[in-house]
């Protein structure tokens, strides 16, 4: 049967988001309400070595004023850092500051001026240290972090030295990305609200049972007692794959107050206690024949961390599987500054290290004179090339050959400033996009009510890219009802469990855990159908039962039909309720998994004035089935522009004597507005991954952002013979004062 | 923010008798102002709300110029017929600023008292800004100044004014029209803005209490030929890293009568580039030096760290925008 999954079904959500009536974390209201504001360090290192708090507690509607000096003791264990998701946070257990913004205190009070007020009057005496700030010079202190979240840090095999000496064609160059802040529209906000010892927190997060158990934790409360709900997500990114400071400072600050707390951000605080992608330095190696057959491939990426908690962007992860090379050494080391946590933003790993392999066979296949997409054929991976194993599925050749149809790359001509338009230098450039398909167990609850309409429950949450709709589509297909007669309720850690939004796994892990529940449902309500002797359909055996349009009907002849309504109400009434989970099995041990792509870029380059402007993307992606075309697309879109800001806009830029974030704001920290963005031209090839999942889809959340800065970064050399090899390419970069 | 008090006077003569409070702020579109304010930088004790003293409306002056309401919407004075008329490069310069929706509550008067958005100004978490907090220091200047100044700055203060606008009425040689309770006063655009100095914390030399009533534009000469050019990382929606505002009145032989250039970005003021004007005055597209006429706007140049690449970017714009307003 033909059904609604991979239909371009609008959004079941949208009308209620633009409508104003999808209540986000900081639009529940409780009775009793106060606010709360985050008040946070003007220096990067040393101690408070003291706080008067007296004006401030004295200012008019004040509740409470929380500092080290009255906050609540947590059990020092819960405060360690758990990976992946649970963080060594700041929650005013002591003296110490670490990076300049973090949190040193919480005011509470009836409204949020009276907070803002009653902080302005907080006195802090700094007791000031010497701050590390200075990436270069902490290169030499660099370290091998333990691990990376889903790899090792070092990964090597065949002999690289030996294979690069001997490379009748070698490049190798260093390339650099910078601190970027993920800026989703909604900053995050935070609703806690206790009753006796349970607690209910409002966030906004991509990941409500990760954050229920990391509140649990780190107040030292059990699990069950905690319930977080967050049934929309304005934008995450990755910075809200975890719960940080704020979301536990929100908890401890309404159970000191008995009152129901919010802590909204604002969005100078999104610079900083919530994470950010780190600054990398990459160091590339590529040793080739001279038809360009890889012969070696060195990959060496330094990213900065805190000083309290590692964590690595995994840049040359995707050196691993990208292309067949004999020869590979990949290695991350991490260096320790007094910023904040680094976290997951959008491709964390691939987007970064992306952009320097990318770049870097651009730059060897300038050397070697050979088409770039040529480049990439002769180096195809046809299984992965560290495990040997078979792909999944992968369709990367159709992508290069339909993407470059449709971007008209064969009318390029190699040679560099070889296009005008009038003052304007053009150039076309190409890049290979990718990141893993991603799965984890989950788990769904379907209920057939007796009007016959259906619930699906799941412990998921859509962060924007569309996860209420496909959810609908892949139930209203299972069950054979229409899709509005199915609703979705996800965001609540009392559903089902299911894991977080991040990884570009949603889809992959949930779809086929509400299918299966689906399917439960189904055989259930046909089961009591072919048992009662008053339905049309008694006697039939279940596999001779179809059902459509919220009938059950025999396959054999359709005018023998039951509505759901009818079967429920004839066995008494009580709904159907089916729970399942799934989960990936042994095909992780068989198949490689991921999704891939071709990015086409053209841009205009003034060469006088320095500004670069993107004209048309083309990206063509291998994602295996997609469930939604419209859905699907617009994230594909929106990793596409998230490309271009990091080609040409994004830098968290940080004072090297203070380590406060300077532009902390949207009018400085810079991404792209509607006027950068002109064609983006999206594709899929036609594909089905049943290795990887029943409704053979892989994720489509990160890919997008991969490989479009080096398809970027590579046509603005096309346009000008300029290799700007530090993002974003800015005009002062290409004045090259 | 602090708690601060709202007047909303309708005369002018009340609004400058409320004025008298020299913690007394007048707004206007509050566009920039609003947001001083939930950042702590502006602490006004008292809010006087201009936007009901009847100064918004734009007129024809005897000469064939317009005296431009001080209230007047930038998005209005932007579409108005007489401005796109006479003055385009005003109108040019007016929508190349910041997005719709602010420049529909922007007004002219706040336009011209914009602040400076020098990540280290607006940002009271960073102890040293000489505007912010007189005798503190400038992190800027070791600091992130790849926005700032590479003309006129002074040991105090390296900032830039963030304005358009102002870049195209200086260009236009505007007289910007106030008053106080000792009377009026006509401030030529070319001495509103002052440079940095020992003094950083005084943008304008307006004194105490004065208020924008208008800004006068004389006979127009710039009609045909000119160009606002601004120079950005991203395409619209942010500050220049550099503009160029040229207006040219050429005659029938093709050669300029008179030259108006003025640039953006570039210093703490707007900055009148006299002797480029001077330099292109009398010469014709095809004997004019251009990058004779844009080191002389460029004359006296000084980078910071960050910021080298202002000057060939700049003296790029000033040939760019004079060579477009020739061939226009």
């Known amino acids: 049967m033909k059904g609604s999954t991979g239909s371009a079904m609008n959004r079941v959500d949208g009308l209620a988001k633009v409508t104003g009536a999808a209540a986000y974390a900081a639009d529940f209201d409780v009775p009793r309400i106060a606010y709360a504001t985050m008040v946070q360090s003007t220096i990067a290192r040393g101690r408070i070595a003291s706080v008067q708090t007296e004006r401030a507690a004295q200012a008019p509607g004040v509740l409470l004023v929380m500092t080290h000096e009255n906050a609540p003791k947590l059990p020092a264990e819960g ?28 005011v509470v009070a009836e409204t949020l001026e009276q907070a803002k007020y009653a902080a302005s009057l907080l006195k802090f005496s700094w007791e000031p240290a010497v701050p590390a700030l200075d990436f270069e010079s902490a290169r030499a202190s660099a370290y091998q972090p333990a691990a990376l979240t889903h790899a090792p840090p070092d990964v090597t095999w065949g002999d690289v030295p030996t294979a690069m000496r001997d490379a009748p064609a070698q490049h190798a160059a260093t390339y650099a990305t910078p601190m970027e802040n993920h800026n989703p529209m909604e900053p995050h906000a935070t609703l806690a609200v206790w009753n006796g010892d349970e607690l209910t927190v409002h966030d906004s997060t991509q990941c409500v049972v990760g954050a229920r158990k990391a509140l649990a934790r780190k107040l030292g409360i059990p699990v069950e007692k905690v319930r977080v709900i967050s049934p929309y997500v304005g934008g ?132 070697l004179q050979v088409d770039p997409v040529e480049l990439r054929l002769r180096n195809y991976a046809e299984k992965e090339p560290e495990s040997g194993k078979a792909w999944s599925s992968k369709a990367l050749r159709e992508c290069y050959r339909a993407g470059a149809e449709r971007f008209g790359w064969s009318r390029r001509k190699a040679a560099t400033g070889s296009l005008r338009d009038g003052e304007q230098l053009i150039g076309l450039g190409m890049a290979t996009a990718t990141y893993p398909a991603n799965r984890q167990a989950a788990n769904a609850l379907v209920r057939i009510g007796a009007d016959g309409s259906a619930t699906v429950q799941c412990a998921t949450q859509d962060i924007g890219t569309g996860t209420y709709t496909i959810i609908t589509q892949v139930a209203a297909d299972a069950l ?55 339905s049309p359909l008694h006697g039939l055996a279940g596999d001779e039962i179809d059902a459509a349009d919220g009938w059950l009907l025999s396959r054999a002849d359709n005018s023998r039909r039951d509505a759901f309504a009818s079967v429920i109400a004839r066995s008494g009434g009580s709904p159907i309720e089916a729970r399942a989970q799934a989960k990936p099995g042994e095909e992780k041990d068989q198949y490689a998994m991921h999704s891939f792509g071709a990015v086409f870029a053209e841009v205009a380059v003034d060469p006088a004035l320095g500004e670069v402007r993107v004209r048309r993307i083309v990206g063509t992606y291998s994602v295996g089935s997609v469930l939604n075309a419209k859905t699907a697309r617009s994230q594909l879109i929106g990793g596409v522009v998230w490309g271009i800001g990091m080609a040409l806009h994004e830098q968290t830029l940080v004072d090297p004597a203070s380590g406060r974030v300077v532009n902390a704001n949207l009018a400085q920290y810079h991404v792209p507005v509607n006027a950068d963005i002109a064609d983006i031209d999206i594709t899929f090839v036609d594909e089905n991954d049943q290795n990887f999942n029943p409704l053979g889809a892989r994720g489509i959340g990160e890919i997008g952002i991969t490989g479009v800065a080096a398809a970027i970064a590579n046509a603005v050399y096309h346009a000008t013979g300029k290799r700007v090899r530090d993002l974003p390419i800015t005009p002062d970069k290409l004045l090259g004062a | 923010m602090i708690a601060f008090d709202y007047a909303r006077p309708t005369t002018i003569d009340s609004a400058l008798a409320a004025a008298a409070n020299t913690q007394a702020r007048f707004i206007g579109g509050g566009t920039n102002l609003l947001d001083l304010m939930k950042g702590s930088v502006e602490q006004p004790a008292l809010l006087i709300d201009v936007n009901h003293l009847d100064i918004s409306a734009v007129e024809e002056l005897p000469d064939g110029g317009l005296r431009i309401g001080a209230g007047a919407r930038n998005s209005d004075v932007a579409n108005h017929r007489l401005v796109r008329e006479r003055y385009p490069l005003l109108t040019r310069a007016l929508l190349a600023g910041a997005s719709p929706q602010l420049r529909n509550m922007a007004t002219v008067g706040g336009n011209l008292m ?106 127009p000469r710039f009609a045909q030929n000119y160009h606002y050019l601004k120079v950005r990382e991203r395409a619209s929606f942010a500050f220049a890293l550099v503009a160029v505002a040229v207006g040219l009145d050429i005659d029938e032989s093709g050669r300029v009568r008179e030259a108006g250039i003025a640039l953006g970005g570039v210093a703490h003021k707007p900055w009148l580039a006299r002797d480029a004007a001077t330099l292109l005055t009398g010469k014709s597209a095809h004997d004019a030096d251009l990058d004779a006429v844009a080191a002389a706007a460029l004359s006296g140049a000084q980078p910071l760290s960050r910021n080298a690449y202002k000057i060939p970017m700049a003296k790029n714009a000033v040939v760019r925008a004079i060579k477009i307003a020739m061939e226009a």
């Open chain 1, 79 to 106: 405060q360690k850092a758990q990976p992946p998701g649970d963080r060594a946070l700041s929650l005013l257990q002591d003296d110490q500051v670490r990076y300049n913004g973090e949190p040193v205190a919480v």
């Open chain 1, 236 to 367: 995450g990114f990755g910075c809200k794959g975890s719960a940080w400071s704020h979301v536990l400072l929100a908890a401890m600050a309404a159970r000191k107050t008995h009152r129901p707390v919010r802590l909204a951000l604002e969005r100078t605080q999104m610079f900083g206690p919530v994470g950010y992608r780190p600054r990398t330095r990459q160091e590339l190696a590529l040793g080739a024949d001279s038809a360009g057959n890889l012969l070696a491939i060195r990959h060496d990426v330094v990213s900065s961390t805190s000083t309290f908690e590692d964590w690595s962007e995994p840049s040359a992860v995707v050196t691993r599987m990208l292309y067949a090379c004999p020869n590979v050494s990949t290695t991350h080391r991490l260096v320790k500054l007094n910023l904040a946590t680094p976290t997951f933003t959008r491709a964390p790993g691939e987007a970064t290290g992306s952009y320097a392999l990318e770049a870097a066979m651009d730059e060897l296949a300038c050397k």
């Open chain 1, 480 to 534: 054979g009802l229409p899709a509005n007669r199915i609703a979705v309720e996800i965001g609540d850690s009392q559903f089902p469990e299911a894991p977080i939004s991040g990884g570009s796994m949603t889809a992959a892990s949930v779809t086929p855990a509400v299918q299966a529940a689906a399917r439960q449902a189904r055989s259930q309500l046909v089961a009591r159908a072919v048992a009662d002797s008053e």
């Open chain 2, 114 to 219: 914009q602040r400076t958005r020098c990540d280290y100004f607006v940002d009271t978490g960073f102890a040293r800004c000489n505007k912010r907090l007189p005798g503190s220091g400038c992190a800027a200047r070791d600091g992130h100044n790849h926005l700032h100044a590479i003309l006129g700055a002074s040991d105090q203060c390296v900032a830039v004014n963030p304005s358009d606008m102002s870049v195209a009425l200086l260009a236009l040689a505007a007289t910007v029209n106030v008053r106080g309770v000792g009377g009026d006063r006509r401030i030529a655009m070319a001495d509103f803005h002052r440079l940095p100095e020992d003094h950083p914390e005084r943008d304008t030399n307006l004194k105490p209490g004065e208020l924008i009533v208008s800004v006068d534009l004389p006979s």
